[in-house]
C-alpha cells in the first residue's frame, strides 16, 4: 500500500487553496481572459502534443479557479497562473515518468522556468511568427494549414501531394526550423530598431 | 553556443517536438539542456513556433459556406426567421407521436414486496413519443424515478414540468426532476410549453436553464459543450461546489474551546436539518474545529437527522440522482470482526439506500459487491443504481495495491474518508486520507436512485451498526468531488480546517451561479468543467 500517503496524514504544513467566493466569478473572467493566451503558449511550449497540452490547460484553468481565493487582488495575476501551470504541467510529466521519451524532472523543472522568463515575449514571438508565416509561399502555408490547422497527418499530406512521407517530415522540419530563425531575428529587430530587414525564411515545403 | 552544437540542439528538439526522437537522442538533448540556459532558451524557441503555428491565420480553416438556413452562427440575425418554424415543427412531432406512454400514477406497491419496502415517485414524464417506430418498451417497464434513455431514434418526451424535449437519436438522457434532466452524450431540443413551465439541461458543472424559450443543447466532446437558442433566451450556470448538508459538530459559539458539558451541537449548518443523539454519543475534542462526536458502538449511538426527507422515493433535499459524495474525518475503532458493522452514514429507504460504512460480511452478500472481493473486513460505499439495483463497493482493508489495512485506520489517527459517485463518468470510488484507493466503472448516465421518507442516520442504521470511535466534519454532496478537489480537502483538513470554505454557515445558499444568458439566435460553448465560455 501507499504508507508514505497514508501515514503522513495530517501534517501537511502548506498554504491551502480555498474556493473562491461566489462574487469572485466576474472578477477571475477578467483576469483569466488576459493570461489565458500567454497560459496556454507556456504549456504548449512544455507539453508539445496538442491533445495532451489542451488537458493540462484545462486542469490548469480547473485549478485556477478553484485556488482563486488564495489570489492576492493586487498580485500579478499572470504570474500565480504560471506558477499554477507549472506546477501542472511537472504533474503531467511525472505521470508519463515511466516513457523514455520524458525529461527528467530536474531538466523539466529548468525548462519551466525558462519558459516563465520567456512569457513576456510570447505575444511579440506570435506577431512575429505571423509575419513570418505571411512571407511565405502558398505551399509553405497550406502546409500549415493542413499539418497545424486541420491536424493531418504527414501521410495524409503525403498522398495529397504525391510525396513521400518522409519528404512531408522534412518540409515541415525545414520550415520550422526556418521559422524560428525567422522569429529570433524579428525579436532581435524590435530591441535595435535600426537593425535592418529581417529575411524571410527559406522555401523548403 | 557553438554553431555545431545549435544546429545539433535543433535537431534534436524537433525531433523530441514532433514525438520521433529515440530515447537516445532523448538522453543527448537533455545533455545539451542540462549544460546551458541558452540551448534550454533555443529549444523552448522552437517549441514556441511549433506551439504557435497552430495559432496563425494560416492555420486556420477555410471558413464554411452556409446553405440557406443552415446551421445559425453567433449572433447570425439572418437565421432568426427560421427559429419559431423549427420550434413549431417540435411541438407538431410531439402530436403526431406513433406510440404515446402515460406515465402518471405512482407504481403500486410490488406483490410480495418486503416490509420496509418504499414507493418511488413516479417517472417525470407524461407523454413519451417515438416518432420512427422505435419500440422503446424499456421506458414503460422502468417507470422509476430516475431513468436514462438511450434513444436509437429521435425520441420526444413531454416532461410534467411542461417542456417538450426532442432526442437525438444518439443521444443519452438522463430525467432526474419533473424540469430537467442531464445529457451525457450527443443533443436535445427543448421548448417549454406553457408560460409558467421551465426546464433545465445540466451537464456535470453546467447547467441550462431556459428564461421562456427553445434551445438547444449538444456534447461537442468529453469537455465541451454547445449552448444554441432557437427563441428567447438561456441562462448558463455553473454549479456552486458545496456541500448539500454539512454537520461540523462544532459548538456554538465557534471560539476555539472546547464545549463538552452543554447540548451537542448536532445540526447540520447549511440546510438546517436537526440531528438527535442517542446517550452512546458524547462531544469530544474536535478533529477539525471545536467539536466532534465520540461514539461508544453501544445501541444507543446514534444520531439522527430530521428533514431533508420526502414522500416518496426520489424526492427530498438528501436525494442524489446524477452523483454523491459523502465525505467525513474519523478515528474508528471498529473491530473488523466478521458481521461486525460500523456505519458513518446511512439513509435507508427500503433498497434505495445511501450508505459509507464498516463491514464484514463472511461469505454472505456477495451479490451486491461490484467488483467481487475476497471475504473480510471492508470500508463499504452502498448505493442504488437506476436498472442496476443495489451495489457496494466493497473496499478491502488489506493493506494491497494502495488500499489502507484495518490496522492503518485503527491507528488513533484521524482519517479523512470520501466515497464518490459520478454518473458522468460511470465512476464509483473510495478516497482515504486525499487518495484514490479503490474504484468501480458503471455505464456513463448511470444514475442513483435515492432519497425518501426514513431519516438519515450518522454512526449507525436504526440504533444498530453502531460506530465506535469519532466522528466528525460529515458532509453530503449532490455530485461527485473530482479527486483533486478530495485532495484539497484532504490538505485543508491536515491544516484544521473545513474540507470547505463555506463562509459563514448560510442557510439555503444558491447551488448554482450565472455564467452568461444567451438569446435568440446565438451559440455559444462552454467547457463543462469550468463553467468558462470557449
Known sequence: MDTAAHTDAFVFPVALPMPPAPDAYESFLVLYAGSQARLHAFIRALVPDAAQADDVFQATSLALWRSFATFRRDGDFTAWAVGVARHQVLMHWRRLRRDRHVFSEAILADLADTASDLLDSADARQRALEACVEALTARQRDLIRRFYGERESAAVIARAWNRTVHAVYKSLKVLRRSLHECVDRRLALLDDPDGGDVAMPAPGA | MHPADTDTLLALADDHLTGTASPDDVRRLEALLAASPAARRTYLGLALVHAQLGATLAALPSPPTLRSGGAPTRRDASWLPT??????????????????????????????????????????????????????????????????????????????????????????????????????????????????????????????????????????????????????????????????????????????????????????????????????????????????????????????IAGGTGHVVGDGLLAVAEGVSIEAVIVPEWTGHESDYDEIYRKDDGEYRVLLSFQNDGARNAAFTAPPVAPGPCLSFGLHLAGIGYHELDMPLDGRDGRPSLADLRDGRPHHVVATFDSYTGTKALFVDGTLRFAHDYPVGTLVLAGGPAAAEIGSHRGLENFTGVIDEVALYDFALAPDEVAEHRRRIAMGEPAVDVGPPARNAPRWRSVTRIRAGETMTFNQHTGLPR
Not at chain 2, 144 to 153: K, N, Q
Not at chain 2, 265 to 284: E, K, N, Q, Y
Open chain 2, 83 to 304: 427559429r419559431r418554424i423549427v420550434a413549431a415543427a417540435m411541438a407538431c412531432a410531439l402530436a403526431i407521436g406513433s406510440f404515446v406512454l402515460i406515465v402518471s400514477p405512482p407504481p403500486p406497491r410490488p406483490a410480495g414486496s418486503p416490509d420496509g419496502y418504499y414507493p418511488p415517485r413516479p417517472l417525470a414524464l407524461s407523454t413519451v413519443a417515438l416518432l420512427e417506430g422505435d419500440d422503446d418498451a424499456d421506458v414503460a417497464a422502468r417507470p422509476l424515478p430516475t431513468t436514462t434513455l438511450r434513444p436509437l431514434v429521435t425520441t420526444h418526451l413531454r416532461a410534467h414540468g411542461g417542456a417538450d424535449v426532442a432526442l437525438d437519436g444518439d443521444s443519452v438522457f438522463g430525467i432526474v426532476t419533473r424540469d430537467g434532466g442531464a445529457l451525457y452524450e450527443g443533443g436535445l431540443q427543448a421548448r417549454v410549453t406553457q408560460p409558467a413551465a421551465t426546464f433545465s439541461v445540466t451537464t456535470a458543472n453546467l447547467r441550462v436553464v431556459d428564461r421562456g424559450t427553445a434551445f438547444r443543447v449538444d456534447r461537442v466532446d468529453g469537455d465541451h459543450v454547445t449552448v444554441t437558442v432557437l427563441d428567447g433566451e438561456v441562462e448558463v450556470q455553473a454549479r456552486m461546489r458545496l456541500p448539500v448538508a454539512w454537520w461540523p459538530f462544532d459548538p456554538e459559539p465557534a471560539g476555539g474551546a472546547r464545549e463538552t458539558t452543554g447540548p451537542l451541537p448536532l445540526d447540520d449548518v447549511l440546510a438546517g436539518l436537526a440531528g438527535t443523539a442517542g446517550r452512546g454519543v458524547a462531544a469530544c475534542g474536535g478533529l477539525v474545529g471545536t467539536g466532534a462526536l465520540r461514539f461508544d458502538g453501544t445501541p444507543a449511538a446514534h444520531v439522527r
